[in-house]
Nanobody
Framework: VQLQASGGGLVQAGGSLRLSCVAS????????VGWFRQAPGKEREFVAA????????HYVDSVKGRFTISRDNAKNTVYLQMTSLKPEDTAIYYC????????????????????WGQGTEVTVSS
């Protein structure tokens, strides 16, 4: 499965962006999809995930209430709607997917994901 992320760009603090991640195959087979990010000089970190079957969503505390992950299986696409953006949200954002339904306690572990996109850069200016 190949994942293609897009939608990044330069935005002022307080603004919004919507990232998209298109899969080369049906997202119905990807029971868990997620977004991670890597800020300059920092390690890649978990941002959000969506688990199929029950449609549960999970977020890192720093983005709760501001970011929303969703998927459209008809379009084989996963989205990350980002609002109230802050300069600390500046990073390269990666989408990831797993064929398994990752348990909640492990949903932020990168090694649990089977497929990764190439990343899309988000820059938030103050």
């Amino acid at each position: 499965v190949q994942l293609q992320a897009s939608g990044g760009g330069l935005v002022q603090a307080g603004g919004s962006l919507r990232l998209s991640c298109v899969a080369s195959e049906s997202t119905r087979s990807l029971l868990t999809v997620g977004w991670f990010r890597q800020a300059p000089g920092k390690e890649r970190e978990f941002v959000a995930a969506h688990r199929w079957s029950g449609a549960s969503t999970h977020y890192v505390d720093s983005v709760k209430g501001r970011f929303t992950i969703s998927r459209d299986n008809a379009k084989n696409t996963v989205y990350l709607q980002m609002t109230s953006l802050k300069p600390e949200d500046t990073a390269i954002y990666y989408c990831a997917a797993a064929t398994s339904r990752i348990i909640v306690s492990a949903i932020g572990y990168q090694r649990m994901y089977d497929y990764w996109g190439q990343g899309t850069e988000v820059t938030v200016s103050s």
